[in-house]
């Protein structure tokens, strides 16, 4: 069974394949929240949404509201950026960050390879940034990549849009006064994903190894699993204090304490679906279980239902 044929599958049709080994591998489209799939819904959001500005601590900014949190870092040597969102939100972006500053955008740093924090990369680079990512961010945004939960082959990105600056552990730099640090996670949510801290103003940027407050995504079609979502959350735990700015890939600008409620919420379904799946449980028996329950009226409304988070988790226990 190819997820390729699912826009048609029928609810009935699914459970009575759901046991076998073949239907467990991904998630099929009636888990999702929207029909049309979760990469045109998330484009045409960020078609019309409105970019919220939210000033941090000293120089640094974020921007919701197109795919992932973009972070600014302004001052004189140009602005340095953490993720692009995606190209059709340019015009509003281009808005918000003028209105921050008058300088040029001169660097972007990826926290990861996915579309809604790169698709902007190309019109970023043309407006004079020089882009670093993590050497699996390169490799993924130069191929056709598909993402099976998804259900969506991403076709290679422009030349523009592609990394010119990697590196595999750590990379440092200085900009606009600041101490910034880059260090890849071990696979987590993709494999593919780094931290940015910006160590004076005591400020970390995560990318999508945390959703603050909904269910993350995790992508097991290049690299990521439950368990390497633990790991990294744990690993962001041990990094920061009570005092720490904690900048989610998705989600309101955060701290310690939602960390750490994330980071239980993760283990307790983990536990709660491995338990499941170990009694022998379907993934569609799995979910009607409902695992997830305790958590689902503040983490179940964004994109990942109980049902798909259920299933992503099954995936990986
Ligand atoms: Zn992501």
Redo the contacts with the bound molecule.
């Keep these: 069974m190819n997820s390729l044929e699912f826009p048609n599958f029928s609810r009935r049709k699914f459970i009575a394949v759901a046991g076998s080994a073949a239907a467990v591998a991904f998630a099929p489209r009636f888990l999702f929240a929207d029909k049309k799939g979760i990469v045109p819904t998330m484009i045409d959001d960020a078609a019309t949404a409105t970019i919220k500005t939210y000033p941090l601590r000293r120089n640094i900014s974020v921007l919701e509201g197109s795919g992932?949190n973009i972070a600014v870092l302004t001052g004189k040597d140009g602005k340095l950026l953490i993720d692009s969102g995606f190209a059709v939100s340019k015009p509003r972006i281009m808005e918000a960050l003028n209105s921050l500053s008058s300088e040029p955008i001169v660097q972007l740093l990826n926290t990861?390879w996915?579309t809604?924090?790169t698709d902007g990369n190309d019109w970023v680079h043309a407006a004079g940034a020089k882009i670093t990512a993590h050497v699996n961010t390169k490799k993924h945004l130069s191929t056709s990549t598909r993402v099976e939960g998804w259900d969506w082959t991403f076709p290679p990105a422009p030349a523009g849009a592609i990394p010119t600056v990697v590196f595999d552990d750590e990379h440092q730099l200085q900009h606009n006064g600041t101490n910034i640090r880059m260090k890849h996670y071990d696979p987590a949510?993709?494999d593919s994903d780094v931290s940015v801290v910006f160590e004076e103003p005591d400020i970390i940027h995560v990318?999508?190894t945390w959703w603050n407050g909904i269910y993350p995504?995790i992508?097991y079609s290049t690299g990521g699993s439950i368990d390497g979502m633990i790991r990294a959350t744990e690993q962001n735990l041990r990094a920061i204090t009570d005092k720490t700015i904690v900048i989610p890939?998705h989600g309101p600008v955060g701290n310690k304490a939602g960390l750490t409620e994330f980071r239980d919420m993760l283990v307790t379904i983990r536990n709660n679906v491995a338990t499941l799946k170990k009694q022998g449980k379907s993934l569609s028996e799995t979910v009607a279980a409902m695992p997830t329950a305790v958590y689902d009226e503040k983490y179940g409304q964004f994109l990942i239902t109980p049902a798909f988070f259920t299933a992503l988790v099954y995936s990986g226990v």
Excluded: A, E, P, R
């Design positions: 992932g990861h996915h809604d924090h949510h993709t990318g999508d995504f992508d890939g």
